[in-house]
C-alpha cells in the first residue's frame, strides 16, 4: 500500500527558500498526479500545484505561480516542493498527496511543518 | 477566500445526525465536478472520507455519506461518536481556474 513519507520540520529566515520532499514508499508513483497541499495555522487547505512524476511537467496554482517549484524523480519516486521568498505568512504545514481526480485525493504526507521567522 | 462555501462549525450529542454542507457554484460543483470530502483530526494530516460524491473508501464506517444536488454538496454523520470529532473539508475542481479548490472547512464538535 502506498504510503508518502515527508522530509522533517524546517525553519527558515525571511527571504530565503525551503525545499521540502516527498517520497513514495510500499509502491511507486507510476502515472499518478502528485499534488502540494499548504495549510497555515488554524486555516484550511490550499492547493499549490501538482506534477505528473512520469512526464515531469508542474502546474501551479496562481497563488503560488512564480514562487513555487515542484519537481519530481522518477527514478526514487521521490517529488520536490521549493518555495522561495519566504516571509512570514509561509509559515505552514505542507502536505504531498496522490491526486486521483475523481478518487479524490489519497493518501497523504504526515506533512512538513515549515516555521518562517528572523 | 475560499472557492466553495462551508459552515464554520456544527455540533451535535453523542448518538445524534449531522450534516455539513458544503456550496459551490457551476464552474466546479455544479458543472458538474465531483465532491471529494476529507476528515482532519487536529495534529494529524488529512484523510480521505468520500470520494466521487458519495462513495466511502475501504475502512470509512457506513455512519458516514456523501450527496451532491446542482451547486452543493452534503456529508451527513449518523451514530455521532467522540471520535468524529475534527475537521471536514470538501474539495472539489474549478472549470474556470483550472484546478483543484477546497471549502474552508467545518469544525465538528461531538457535545
Known amino acids: 500500500q502506498l504510503q508518502l513519507v515527508q522530509s522533517g520540520a524546517e525553519v527558515k529566515r525571511p527571504g530565503s527558500s525551503v525545499k521540502v520532499s516527498c517520497k513514495a514508499s510500499?509502491?511507486?508513483?507510476?502515472?499518478?498526479?502528485i499534488m502540494w497541499v499548504r495549510q497555515a495555522p488554524g486555516q484550511g487547505l490550499e492547493c499549490m500545484g501538482r506534477?505528473?512524476?512520469?512526464?515531469?511537467?508542474?502546474d501551479y496554482s496562481q497563488n503560488f505561480q512564480g514562487r513555487v517549484t515542484i519537481t519530481a524523480d522518477k527514478s526514487t519516486s521521490t517529488a520536490y516542493m521549493e518555495l522561495s521568498s519566504l516571509r512570514s505568512e509561509d509559515t505552514a504545514m505542507y502536505y504531498c498527496?496522490?491526486?486521483?481526480?475523481?478518487?479524490?485525493?489519497?493518501?497523504w504526507g504526515q506533512g512538513t511543518l515549515v516555521t518562517v521567522s528572523s | 477566500q475560499y472557492v466553495l462555501t462551508q459552515t464554520p462549525s456544527v455540533s451535535g450529542a453523542p448518538g445524534q445526525r449531522v450534516t455539513i454542507s458544503c456550496t459551490g457554484s457551476?464552474?466546479?460543483?455544479?458543472?458538474?465536478?465531483?465532491v471529494h470530502w476529507y476528515q482532519q483530526v487536529p495534529g494529524t494530516a488529512p484523510k480521505l472520507l468520500i470520494y466521487?460524491?458519495?462513495n466511502r473508501p475501504s475502512g470509512v464506517p457506513d455512519r458516514f455519506s456523501g450527496s451532491k444536488s446542482g451547486t452543493s454538496a452534503s456529508l451527513a454523520i449518523t451514530g455521532l461518536q467522540a471520535e468524529d470529532e475534527a475537521d471536514y473539508y470538501c474539495?472539489?475542481?474549478?472549470?474556470?481556474?483550472?484546478?483543484?479548490?477546497f471549502g474552508g472547512g467545518t469544525k465538528l464538535t461531538v457535545l
Open positions: 498527496t496522490r491526486d486521483l481526480a475523481d478518487h479524490g485525493l489519497d493518501p
Open positions: 510500499g509502491g511507486t508513483f507510476r502515472g499518478y498526479t
Open positions: 506534477i505528473i512524476p512520469i512526464i515531469g511537467v508542474p
Open positions: 457551476s464552474s466546479n460543483i455544479g458543472a458538474p465536478h465531483d
Open positions: 466521487g460524491n458519495s
Open positions: 474539495q472539489s475542481y474549478d472549470s474556470s481556474l483550472g484546478g483543484v479548490v
